[in-house]
């Protein structure tokens, strides 16, 4: 199992020097990004472990650029990876004392405003100044063919107008009042027609104006997200041009930065070799140019990409080129590890009731969603994998003991009861037969599933996992996106590291023949 999420390994620490100069403009080719990434990859050693090259010291101002980098190409890579991106507004804890102050100097604020209007007669100093905020508000709302709506803001909201009026006693400030919250009902997305609705409910002006703001706010959070979805298709096609160009700048100034990608290649290149993958498949002629014996470069990355569903995030630094997704990964690992779970105890299940309940509508889905309750959080430290399993046992077998019931088949008698409760507690044991055998046939799938990405049709789903069929093609979807985009974008580098793993690996192989 993976270690808890929450002690991950320090590797972030890389992230923060990824990035610098943001504004500067995109004008290298491709071709000759290639060729700067042959230069700039780390070259071949005796032994497998990279070499590192001393790191240069940095000024202050440059740490503070570089952040300032790695923030806006984090929030592009968010952006395209993730299709539900949405911008939110920030909640401050309830007791923290950033609230408390936050709070303090609105109260402070808005008591102002309601003594101001209070006074006899009343000054409109702020009441004007937050005229003149709304004012800007709605116009930044506004496309440029909406001139009829730009000329009544602007009109209406006239502030200097408006000071002549509060001068002679003649402002009417809730008719001001009455005309915003009808343009604001006139440009809002139709989610928030019921915020307009309650505001023509208050009576107080001061009240009146936090709520204002209030819906505000949250119109221009509509409009941010509205910009989003707009930007994405373009960001798309930009983006990973963006992302090379911007490493590679850094791996110009910090050499070592693909050390844990090549120690990373280098593993997944001695795995295939262990497994007898010494030939190249009929589809690969992408590899090395030695011909039959070299490993394919396909290969080997969807070798590496498999092992990061396998990562120790606690003790392990996570690939260079991956960090920004380092999360999204952990998280696709743990779904797996908890759907391998899930997928062990419904083949048990089945494999003991025999085909009595196989084709019971529903049977399979209650089991799958009482075993997902049981198994919540089974990755926080006071998790007791034991007691859940036996308490999964005992609800199992309640429900196979129902159904069979309700289907006029007979009950599971005490022993086989126990039978099935021992090889559902089983289940958790890292030497569980049963639990192997699904997740090789997961690993399988999506090893597959990785080799089928550019292909129409999606392989089969291996026998056994039919019950996890469609938890387990969502997870694929995701982790096949986030690899196709970062083979997009780092496929360069891994090229230029594999072309050296790889050279070394059939120089190896020749050797050893010609010794023979």
Not at 201 to 229: G, H, Q, T, Y
Not at 380 to 390: G, Q, R, T, Y
Not at 407 to 413: A, R
Request: proline share 5%; net charge negative; aromatic share 6%.
């Amino acid at each position: 199992m993976s270690q808890n999420p929450d002690k991950l390994n320090s590797s972030e620490e890389k992230l923060n020097a990824l990035e610098e100069d943001e504004e500067e403009s995109l004008d290298n080719s491709d071709q000759s990004d290639r060729k700067r990434i042959r230069q700039s990859a780390p070259g071949s050693h005796r032994d497998d472990t990279p070499k590192s090259s001393p790191s240069r010291p940095v000024s202050i101002e440059e740490l503070m650029e570089t952040a300032k980098g790695v923030t806006n190409m984090a929030l592009a890579h968010e952006i395209v990876v993730n299709g539900d991106f949405q911008i939110k507004p920030a909640e401050l804890p309830e007791h923290s004392l950033e609230k408390k102050v936050r709070d303090i100097v609105h109260k402070a604020f808005w008591d102002c405003l309601e003594a101001q209007l209070k006074e006899d007669p009343p000054t409109y100093d702020h009441a004007i100044k937050l005229l003149g905020e709304i004012k800007e508000s709605l116009l930044s709302f506004l496309l440029p063919g909406h001139t009829r709506l730009r000329s009544q803001i602007t009109e209406v909201l006239d502030l200097d107008l408006i000071k002549q009026e509060a001068e002679n006693g003649a402002l009417d400030i809730s008719k001001l009042v009455k005309f915003v919250i009808g343009m604001m009902g006139t440009l809002c997305a139709p989610a928030r027609d019921e915020d307009i609705k309650k505001l023509k409910d208050i009576n107080e002006i001061v009240p009146l104006f936090r709520a204002i703001f209030s819906v505000l706010d949250l119109m221009k959070m509509d409009m941010a997200n509205f910009a989003v979805s707009s930007i994405r298709p373009k960001l798309m096609q930009q983006s990973a041009e963006y992302e090379r160009k911007k490493f590679q700048e850094f791996l110009e100034k910090q050499p070592n930065s693909l050390d844990l990608v090549t120690k990373w290649l280098q593993e997944a290149a001695d795995d295939l070799a262990k497994l007898g993958h010494e030939t190249l498949p009929p589809h690969c002629n992408d590899g090395a140019t030695g011909g039959a014996s070299a490993l394919c470069f396909t290969a080997v990355q969807n070798q590496a990409y498999l092992k990061l569903l396998k990562w120790d995030h606690v003790n392990r630094p996570f690939p260079e080129t991956l960090l920004m997704d380092q999360t999204r990964f952990l998280e696709m690992q743990l779904e797996l590890e908890q759907l391998l779970l899930v997928g062990t105890v419904l083949l048990v299940t089945f494999s003991a009731a025999g085909p009595a309940l196989i084709d019971v509508p529903g049977f399979a889905e209650r089991i799958k969603t009482v075993v997902k309750v049981l198994l919540t959080g089974m990755h926080l430290p006071s998790f007791n994998l034991k007691e859940s399993l036996a308490t999964v046992g005992e609800k199992v077998c309640a429900e196979v003991n129902s159904c069979l019931s309700q289907h006029g088949f007979t009950p599971f008698s005490a022993e086989r009861e126990a039978v099935l409760k021992g090889q559902i507690q089983a289940v958790g044991s890292p030497d569980n037969s049963i639990s192997k055998l699904i997740d090789s046939r997961i690993q399988k799938f999506l090893e597959n599933y990785l080799a089928s990405s550019h292909q129409k049709s999606l392989p089969a789903i291996p026998g056994g996992l039919g019950p996890i069929q469609r938890e387990l093609e969502e997870i694929a979807a995701k982790y096949i996106r986030l690899v196709n985009y970062n083979r997009m974008v780092f496929s360069p580098y891994y090229d230029a590291v594999l072309g050296k793993i790889l050279t070394k690996e059939e120089s190896q192989i020749v050797g050893k023949s010609e010794e023979s």
